[in-house]
């Protein structure tokens, strides 16, 4: 336990800044210097009643509980772009703001949801692995898959990930449409008012919307006896937004052809039926692991702390 | 429709087989044992007017000199690479092949293959399904793909449908070809050493003839380079294929997405072992849609051969 500050940090000290839990390496590299950071675990009775930030690497859980400890505090600050691990409800009741990684990931989300409705519907990965084994000497030509171009797509969630999955698709000459609380005027899609609809008319589902009280297991059986038979269910958003064992259970009995998952509903497990299905792709939540999108990120939490710090806009500010 | 005497080369594809077989009188080239073929079809010459044939079994000199009654070979591929084109000609044989049909879900895999291999998609699937979730500590990083750097080689068909997918991932595209097509979106290069050196990812999306053949070289390879990305759609035949293995395990090649190979079946033992290569089974073409659609296109290209039409989509 550090000793106690004596005194109020003098103007011209590196402003403290709590952390939830402990920074990436590259944030850490990068970030040191410019701020004083401390683990909100360990702050002391004078950090935490100091403290004006929460900086929450990852998906770390920040309750109610864990704010209500900090008295000063204006801004939670996250580092990923789903905000579901956050308590907004009382982070609206304190008034605090909150800030995410805005655009950072939307591009590598963006390709990874395509790379998996390919991978998924080609079959690319469990070919790959028939190659492998040395199948397709002893076995013959891989079975015949399915075709993507021109496939009806849905859309759930039409964010910054979103129309860039759209835009993707869309050069791969597929009929997209959409799903999301309100039609997006400018968005030159087809909206569509109710899931259950949008899978309907669709070939491939891809969710990338956020994790909130409305969305969750938004994809029960319904939406998926909707997609159906010869139906692909794609998920770079969040595990919670689908009905896990429904899902497991309709991929077991053929009521949906595939499906291609980056998250699951209690990371890091994956439900074991999944394991042995060639019709899925499966993924360990790594759709945004790439340098680029580290280092988007680490701009756009450094450059939310500096404007928070100096009383400019924030850059990425949720609305709670 | 006139009893055509067709035969098949190998079985290929269930309902082309079928069809053949419902609108044709169809011989069957496996029905004898491989030492037999050349007594089969020394017996079945003179009824034979057709060959039906694959990208791969293509037909060879030996094969069209062996059937005097030859007037059409239809090749159930794009690429005809494999058929003895000089010798239909003199012949006054007809042959065709399937374009088209089949571009998209070419164009479709060479970005899925792209993906996967600069994601790593396939080996992350590998990994969990061995029951191994990378730990926060460990995470593995891999290069975004979208707003890399893509040339193509060959902006035919199949290469202008990789293009505008790219377009799609903010891709700037560059491409080599023999003509420069002076594309406004795209940035030509007129060798394909400038063309790599330029790229990030490598696409061949050529047909394979002379001028093409090992195209993509040591020098192709090196220029490339161990951040760069091969991705081949078109023939095991257009890349040094040596090479390429030495260069991937020598890291001197960043990775590669691989549809076809020197020898299929047959895949290079040290490609198994790598984690930065996507391998697929010659399956570019390979969906249920587009099989359907090149075999209705040998089927219709038959019937107007039979008719006295037209031929729909004719390379001779």
Redesign the interface.
């Known amino acids: 336990m550090p000793p106690p500050a004596l005194e109020p940090a003098a103007s011209g000290d590196k402003p403290l800044v709590l952390l939830a839990q402990p920074l990436f390496p590259e944030f850490a590299a990068a970030l040191k210097g410019r701020y004083r950071f401390v683990l909100a675990a360990d702050a002391d009775a004078a950090e935490a009643a100091e403290a004006r930030v929460l900086l929450v690497p990852?998906l770390k859980t920040v309750t109610a509980e864990h704010l209500d400890r900090l008295p000063a505090l204006g801004l939670v600050a996250a580092t990923s772009v789903g905000v579901d691990h956050v308590d907004l409800d009382a982070c609206r009741h304190r008034g605090l703001a909150v800030t995410n990684a805005g655009e950072a990931f939307a591009?590598?989300s963006?390709?990874?949801g395509?790379?998996?409705v390919?991978?998924v519907m080609?079959?690319?990965?469990a070919?790959?692995?028939?190659?492998?084994r040395g199948r397709?000497?002893t076995d013959?030509?891989?079975p015949?898959?399915?075709?993507?171009?021109?496939k009806r797509v849905g859309i759930v969630g039409l964010g910054r990930i979103g129309s860039?999955v759209a835009?993707?698709?869309?050069?791969?000459?597929c009929a997209v449409s959409y799903h999301s609380r309100s039609p997006k005027p400018s968005a030159p899609y087809r909206f569509v008012a109710t899931a259950r609809e949008l899978a309907a008319d669709s070939d491939v589902l891809v969710l990338s919307c956020a994790l909130t009280e409305e969305t969750r297991r938004m994809v029960n059986r319904e939406v998926l006896e909707a997609l159906g038979g010869g139906g692909v269910l794609v998920n770079v958003g969040r595990g919670g937004l689908v009905d896990e064992p429904e899902l497991v259970r309709c991929l077991r009995e053929g009521v949906i052809a595939g499906a291609g998952l980056d998250v699951y509903e209690n990371?890091?497990h994956?439900p074991p039926e999944l394991?042995d299905m060639d019709n899925v792709?499966?993924?360990?939540h790594?759709a945004v692991?790439?340098?680029?999108?580290?280092r988007g990120a680490l701009d756009m939490v450094a450059g939310n702390l500096d404007a928070f710090f100096a009383g400019r806009p924030l850059l990425s500010p949720v609305t709670l | 429709m006139e009893s055509l005497g067709v035969l098949m080369l190998d079985p290929m594809d269930d309902y082309l087989k079928q069809e053949l077989g419902r609108r044709f009188q169809l011989l069957r080239l496996w029905d004898a044992p491989p030492d037999r073929h050349d007594d089969f079809l020394r017996a079945n010459a003179e009824s034979i007017r057709a060959v039906v044939t694959g990208g791969g079994s293509g037909a060879d000199a030996a094969l069209i000199d062996a059937l005097p009654g030859l007037e059409i070979i239809a090749s159930y591929s794009v690429g005809v690479d494999r058929v003895d084109l000089p010798r239909c000609r003199e012949r006054g044989i007809r042959v065709t092949n399937t374009p088209g049909v089949l571009t998209d879900d070419v164009a479709d895999l060479a970005v899925g293959l792209a993906i996967a291999a600069l994601r790593r998609i396939p080996q992350a699937d590998r990994y969990l399904r061995a029951g191994q979730w990378k730990d926060n500590g460990d995470y593995p990083l891999t290069t975004r793909f979208s707003g890399k750097r893509v040339g193509i080689i060959g902006l035919g068909r199949i290469g202008l449908a990789i293009a505008k997918r790219g377009e799609g991932f903010d891709c700037p595209v560059s491409y080599y070809q023999r003509r420069d097509l002076a594309h406004a979106n795209y940035t030509y290069y007129p060798t394909v050493v400038e063309l790599a050196r330029n790229s990030d990812v490598l696409v061949v999306a050529c047909s394979l003839n002379e001028q093409s053949r090992r195209i993509v070289d040591r020098e192709v390879i090196e220029a490339l380079g161990p951040r760069g990305v091969l991705v081949n759609i078109g023939r095991g035949g257009h890349v040094d294929e040596p090479e390429l293995v030495s260069a991937l395990v020598d890291g001197r090649l960043g990775g590669a997405g691989l549809d076809v190979y020197a020898d299929e079946p047959d895949v290079p033992e040290a490609l198994m072992a790598l984690d930065n290569v996507v391998l697929a089974p010659h399956m570019g073409s390979g969906s249920l849609e587009t099989r359907t659609a090149m075999a209705d296109l040998v089927l219709g290209n038959l019937e107007a051969h039979v008719l006295k039409k037209p031929l729909l989509t004719p390379v001779v």
Request: net charge neutral; proline share 4%; glycine share 8%.
């Open positions: 990852g591009a590598d963006a390709d990874y395509v790379g998996l390919l991978a080609r079959r690319v990965a070919a790959d692995s028939y190659v492998r397709w000497a013959g030509d891989y015949l898959t399915t075709k993507v171009s021109g860039l835009r993707r698709l869309a050069a791969f000459g990371e890091p994956v394991v792709v499966l993924s360990d790594r692991l790439t340098p680029e999108s580290i």
